[in-house]
């Protein structure tokens, strides 16, 4: 069986391992634009403050280990087009047949209309090669104050390493509060307060109309002319669907799949950043462009090729990140979010601390959990806390998927010992309080 893979980052690279084990004769192929095989672009923020040295420090595994592997790699190569009727894809290097295609072609940045976005000094933080151009710039220029457009994830992450290396950062954020599609604005300003007390400043509610200077030397914010040396836009990422719309397979903000990540051409599947999937909540589809999300995709995809009844069921998309010491973790619905699609809710919302009140070095934590009102279902999360926000938003997380309900979270069995939690676990306090509001 011949299998070819477009895209090597995280969903591509896992798939053709995953592929490989399952089946030893299978000449598997991937076809990559960049050099190299997997890196992780969830740790260029790190490289970013240094705190990674170098950019090449997170590529997962060199290419040789993958040739090991008997996985024939065609890197630095760019598929052009996808023959469906005569089943080869069409690169810059020549014709490869496959038996199965799978689509991993990621995402890319999105760079809003800005007036002088295409100015030297303006940077978006998505690839390796973005990375080596901050950290020249950085060397070269001595930037001593930032502006980031977007309050998302990367725009967080970047501005707290600008922030570690000494500049004055202003975050500028379209909507009311940071991080708006994974938190609502009562968690985020613990994150905001957070962020402050490190020199972050913020600007919500207005947008960036023109970067100034070339190199950039001032951001136009709203009617304000901000001085600034170095701008990063974190607007978010698209999903890269050209060569599936090109084919003609199904579109829409994504590649639409089904359970077992088969586009409308069931030997061709996507999986990753450009795969559309179901929510998990609504029911409706949705992008799950995160790296742990591709690599369960990645796995679904290759067992079902390999001839297993594989299914990847609905996400709720679960995140986590630290700045500047504090965890942030979410996932699935917010109380905002369910407002807005019209679904009522129950929250329950608790803040206290990591350890018993009695021992020394606890952190403040808030674990705010939001249950929908129908049938007392667990359908989203935030906690915000000093540490153990990983084991917390992940217990929450497993429970949702199990269809957990207030009183499941009210009672749930934990772990206690004075130097690591207290009796009652936060999460549990959390679903006690959304259960009174219940009964």
């Known amino acids: 069986m011949k299998v070819v893979v477009i895209g090597s980052g995280t969903a591509g690279s896992n798939f053709a391992l995953f592929m490989r084990k399952l089946d030893r004769r299978a000449e598997i192929t991937v076809i990559g634009k960049e050099p190299t ?3 992780s672009p969830c740790a ?8 990674i040295e170098k950019p090449e420090d997170v590529i997962v595994f060199p290419n040789e280990f993958y040739e090991r592997q008997k996985i024939n790699l065609m890197l630095n190569t760019e598929a052009k087009e996808i023959d469906r009727e005569r089943k080869v894809v069409v690169t810059d290097r020549g014709e490869v047949p496959y038996d199965r295609l799978v689509l991993a072609t990621g995402s890319r940045a999105f760079v809003p209309p800005i007036k002088g976005v295409e100015k030297e000094g303006v940077f978006t933080l998505k690839s390796l090669n973005d990375v080596r151009r901050i950290k020249s710039y950085i060397a070269e220029r001595k930037p001593k104050r930032a502006v980031v457009v977007g309050a998302g994830l990367i725009g967080l992450e970047g501005a707290e390493a600008f922030a570690k290396l000494g500049m004055e950062v202003l975050v500028v954020e379209l909507m009311d509060h940071l991080m708006p599609t994974m938190l609502d604005r009562d968690t985020a300003n613990l994150v905001q307060r957070e962020m402050e007390q490190h020199g972050v400043s913020f600007r919500f509610g207005v947008a960036v109309s023109e970067i100034v200077g070339d190199p950039v030397r001032a951001v136009k914010v709203g009617d304000e002319e901000v001085p600034a040396e170095l701008v990063l836009i974190a607007t978010g990422v698209r999903a890269n669907v050209d060569l599936a719309i090109k084919a003609g397979l199904e579109v829409n903000r994504g590649i639409i799949v089904n359970e077992h ?7 061709v599947y996507a999986v990753g950043d450009c795969a559309e999937v179901i929510d998990a ?3 409706e589809r949705t992008l799950s462009q995160l790296g742990t999300s591709a690599v369960r995709m990645a796995k679904v995809a290759a067992e079902h090729i390999a001839g297993k009844e594989a299914t990847f069921k609905p996400v709720f998309n679960t995140a ?3 700045l500047f010491g ?6 699935g619905i917010t109380e905002e ?26 952190k403040p934590i808030t674990v705010k959990a939001i249950f929908r009102k129908a049938d007392g279902r667990l359908v989203g999360a935030q906690i915000v806390g000093g540490e153990r926000v990983w084991g917390r938003v992940m217990t929450l997380s497993a429970l949702a998927q199990k269809g957990a309900t207030a009183e499941d979270v009210a009672y749930l069995e934990t772990a ?11 999460i549990a306090v959390a679903g006690e309080m959304a259960l009174r509001r219940f009964r």
């Open 44 to 51: 260029l923020p790190h490289v970013v403050s240094g705190t």
């Open 337 to 362: 979010r369910a407002r807005k699609a019209g679904i009522e809710v129950v929250v329950g919302k608790f803040r206290g601390s990591t350890k018993p009140e009695y021992y020394p070095g606890g």
């Open 37 to 39: 095989m997997q890196y």
């Open 281 to 283: 909540v609504t029911g």
């Open 320 to 322: 986590i990140t630290e």
């Open 261 to 267: 990540l088969q586009t409308s051409d069931p030997d």
């Open 416 to 426: 206690y010992a004075p130097p690591i939690s207290p009796t009652i676990d936060p």
């Open 326 to 331: 504090l965890e942030i973790g979410t996932f």
